[in-house]
């Protein structure tokens, strides 16, 4: 029964809706919650606000469980400019300019990269129906930010999908990036280890807290600047892919990304030329969901990073 009405008996007098709609109607705690958030539970005809709303013998409860009606599909824009770096039956690997919003999303239903990947190829549609995802993320595996340029992968098919799901989830892939930071960091290699979460203070941003998810991240110095003021050349290996991982990271070591508004915590490189952050994500590996066997990209830095490095000395 896709709508359920009943009458409050008196055994749930007193009880919170939540806990009430759960029973009579069988579902998760979190699924009562979703049909509370999009106004599907009602008493005595006014639709309920909260959750913690307690119930009183005698009052109809009614639960709409009607599914959704069917999104419209996402419309292919082939104008969304992108680089392509291979493309086979199983994978398509993908070179992301920054400035490139990777999905829809707040402030962003049109001109992304999913745009772009669905005029060129449609099939992809087929792949979120099939693995059940969503349809705004036709076959992305994993994202970039908006600001971060460089490689991503996206499945062509519902197996390959899976297959690479399964190894971002096992920590098979394998997911490199050059950073430019400020300050010079000691050492020549580490580990960040710290669990990332939402800002309790920003809440469109990340931080490290220990209420967040588990969150690695290694790193290996390349080179090291003086002028205009100190900064660092370094690769970034993700051992796990949090929102804003690297820039949350780096920035809890003392050392932001260069050009990180978001997380600089009010420090900059004099005279950067730059107007996003220092990011790009340069090395790509994993095994190919088609044969099994390991394979690997590379991207070199754009321009605009490149002469961020040209502009720094040592």
């Known amino acids: 029964m896709t709508v359920l009405t009943v009458v409050v008996p008196a055994s749930l007098e007193g009880v919170r809706v ?15 919650d979703s049909l509370v ?8 005809g006014a639709a309920v606000k909260s959750r ?7 009052q109809e409860l009614r639960v709409d469980r009607r599914p959704d009606p069917p999104r419209p599909g996402l419309e292919g824009d082939p104008t969304v400019v992108f680089g392509l770096v291979h493309v086979d039956p ?11 919003v990777v999905h829809p999303g707040a402030g962003h239903r049109s001109g992304t990269l999913a745009h772009g990947l669905v005029a060129r190829f449609p099939e992809l549609r087929r792949v979120a129906d099939e693995v059940g995802a969503d349809p705004d993320r036709p076959g992305i595996v994993h994202r970039l930010d908006r600001g971060t340029s460089g490689l991503m992968v996206v499945a062509r098919t519902a197996p390959a999908y899976r ?45 490290v807290s220990r209420r967040g998810k588990e969150a690695r991240t290694r790193y290996l110095v390349e080179r090291r600047f003086s002028r205009p003021a100190p900064s660092t050349l370094m690769t970034a290996a993700l051992e796990t892919g949090r929102t804003h991982q690297i820039r949350v990271h780096l920035s809890a070591i ?14 900059s490189l004099p005279g ?9 994500a340069y090395s790509l590996g994993f ?12 991207s070199a830095l754009p321009d605009d990073l490149r002469a961020q490095l040209d502009a720094v000395s040592e």
Request: hydrophobic fraction near 40%; charge should be positive.
């Open 37 to 44: 958030e999009d106004g599907r539970v009602q008493v005595d």
């Open 52 to 58: 913690h709303t307690v119930l009183r013998s005698g």
């Open 163 to 207: 297959a690479l799901v399964a190894q971002l989830g096992e920590r098979r892939m394998v997911r490199s990036y050059r950073v430019l930071v400020l300050g010079t960091v000691d050492g020549e290699s580490g580990v960040v280890d710290a669990p990332v979460g939402r800002s309790a203070s920003a809440p469109t941003r990340m931080a």
């Open 90 to 100: 199983d994978v398509i690997v993908v070179d992301k300019p920054a400035g490139l």
């Open 272 to 280: 950067a030329v730059i107007s996003r952050p220092f990011l790009h």
């Open 287 to 298: 095994a190919h969901p088609g044969t099994g066997e390991r394979v690997a990209w590379s």
């Open 18 to 32: 939540d806990k009430a709609v759960a029973l009579v109607a069988g579902l998760s705690r979190s699924s009562v």
């Open 254 to 267: 003392g050392h932001p990304v260069v050009g990180d508004d978001a997380y600089s915590r009010g420090r």
